[in-house]
């Protein structure tokens, strides 16, 4: 079966390059083949097509409705090892679309605003602790927020001993599973190998049954005690009943709690860091930022309503902009052809594998002029279309949290900006790289806090009042 442009270097090489430094091997096949190419980098190590084509996005990510392509669960192998086989990555068709109407409204709407006073709170906590002068790394900072956030949001509560536990023991296997090794650990099944826990395989299973541990013992508690006033995730998904009246098993809570967990985590923890640093490399963007935030504090002087925040225009441009020059996610996960058919003037057959390529549709010159340049203005100057700008993927499996994730950057952004003033440490341009399964920035974004600004009404966010956080 003759597949679009297949790229002329050695496989080996591929998949060395593409777990090393793969942005450069994208830009690399871009360059020389344009916006359809076919490597051998899927984790079964056979050819998948890698599309860039807004036109080709549309058809591929629009086209389970026709039939013409599916987005399989089992192609995701790398991540069922990490998450188990019923993570709502791992499942498709009718079970896959059942488990996301479940899930979907914690992460939307009401429901999620409702969350604004706790991220507030955790990000003040943390921030507080830093000394004035003294250097931090920001993504140290944005991963301590963005995991307490997500514990919340999964299990109602974010402090106690089980909670710390749980987020010492996530944070040792995103830090095992980070480095480019790692990474092909968990997309190589011949690599995962337990050789006792100085592996890194064995360290990863180690600490997998540690955290399920924690899993099973609070699923365990909530079945003894019901309490039907709970709006968290866990308390969401325990009273969900299926077809046959039958509720979720152990495994499949479990299952479904580390999925959100890790990849809530992850990923929103590295476009806050990213945020950070462009809004203080880049002075002109920082001040006009700043000046619309300050803006905000004169119509709400006791603290902004959640609803102005999230339409802050220039904020949300710098977030697209951060999601869009960097995207955390440089592709989605597999799609399959099902039917003979046509993309970008190719034939493809039945069973062909494909990747939205992210990274490189956000690159492309025509639709952002200068495109390693960072330019909030453009996301104010023209609406991209889904297939365009498309940080969080598209179609049956566009990214559950991406409403979340947009305004949990947003709320950590004015809260910490409209109170401290902080500075970069060195003035280096940082570039990504691969850290596990995300692109994240390739040195330390070292920054520290010179000062307060004129804060001390500026502590809080103001929610719906009728809105309970649980
Ligand atoms: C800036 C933050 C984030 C980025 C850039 C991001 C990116 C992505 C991308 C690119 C996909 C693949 C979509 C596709 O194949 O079309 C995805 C899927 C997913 N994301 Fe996110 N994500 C983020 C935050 C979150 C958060 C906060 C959560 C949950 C708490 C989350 C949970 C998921 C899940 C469960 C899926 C799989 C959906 C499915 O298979 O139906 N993500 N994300």
């Known amino acids: 079966m003759a597949l679009p442009n297949p790229v002329k270097i050695p496989t080996f090489v591929q998949i060395v390059r593409w777990f090393v430094s793969p942005l450069s091997l ?131 509560f974010y402090e106690g001993d089980s909670a710390k536990q749980m987020e010492n023991l996530l944070n040792q296997m995103l830090n095992n599973i980070s480095s480019p090794g790692g990474a092909a650990m968990l997309y190589l099944g011949f690599l995962q190998k337990d050789w006792g826990s100085w592996s890194p395989w064995g360290k990863h299973i180690k600490l997998q049954q540690e955290i399920d541990n924690l899993l099973y013992s609070e699923i365990q508690e909530r079945r003894k005690q019901a309490d039907t006033s709970r709006t968290d995730i866990l308390s969401l998904m325990m009273s969900a009943r299926g077809e046959n009246g039958e509720s979720m098993s152990d495994q499949e809570l479990r ?57 802050l225009p220039y904020l949300n441009a710098v977030c697209c902009e951060t999601l869009r020059i960097y995207p955390v996610g440089m592709q989605t996960f597999l799609r399959r052809v099902e039917k003979p058919l046509q993309i970008s003037g190719y034939d493809l057959q039945p069973g062909t594998l494909l990747y939205g390529n992210i990274y490189l549709t956000h690159q492309r010159q025509d639709l952002y002029p200068e495109p390693k340049k960072f330019r909030p203005e453009r996301f104010l100057e023209k609406q991209f279309s889904p297939y ?83």
């Open 255 to 311: 299952d479904e709690l580390l999925t959100l967990l890790i990849a809530g985590q992850e990923t929103t923890a590295t476009a806050l860091a990213w945020a950070f640093y462009w809004i203080h490399k880049l002075p002109a963007v920082g001040e006009k930022l700043l000046a619309e935030i300050d803006s905000l504090y004169e119509d709400f002087p006791d603290n902004p309503d959640i609803n102005a925040i999230n339409k």
């Open 26 to 156: 994208l830009e690399e096949c871009a360059k020389n083949y344009g916006d359809i190419f076919t490597l051998c980098i899927s984790p079964q190590l056979t050819p998948v097509v890698i599309v860039s084509n807004p036109i080709a996005l549309q058809q591929i990510l629009t086209g389970d409705s026709s039939g013409n392509f599916t987005a399989p669960g089992y192609q995701n192998s790398t991540f069922g090892c990490l998450f188990g086989p019923s993570s709502l990555i791992a499942i498709d068709s009718t079970e896959h679309q059942r488990q996301r109407q479940l899930l979907t409204p914690a992460f939307h709407g009401d429901r999620m605003r409702s969350y604004a006073g706790a991220i507030n709170d955790i990000t003040e906590v943390i921030i507080r602790n830093l000394e004035i002068g003294k250097s931090f790394s920001i993504r140290d900072v944005t991963q301590a927020i963005s995991l307490r956030t997500i514990v919340k949001l999964v299990f109602g």
């Open 388 to 470: 365009e700008f498309l940080p969080f993927g598209g179609g049956v499996r566009r990214c559950i949290g991406a409403a979340f994730a947009l305004f949990e950057m947003k709320v950590v952004l004015v809260k910490i900006l409209s109170a401290y003033s902080l500075t970069l440490v060195d003035n280096i341009e940082v570039k990504p790289k691969r850290r596990g399964l995300v692109t994240a920035p390739a040195s330390p974004i070292n920054m520290l806090i010179t000062g307060r600004r004129n804060s001390s009404n500026r502590n809080s966010i103001s929610q719906d009042s009728s809105i309970a956080t649980t």
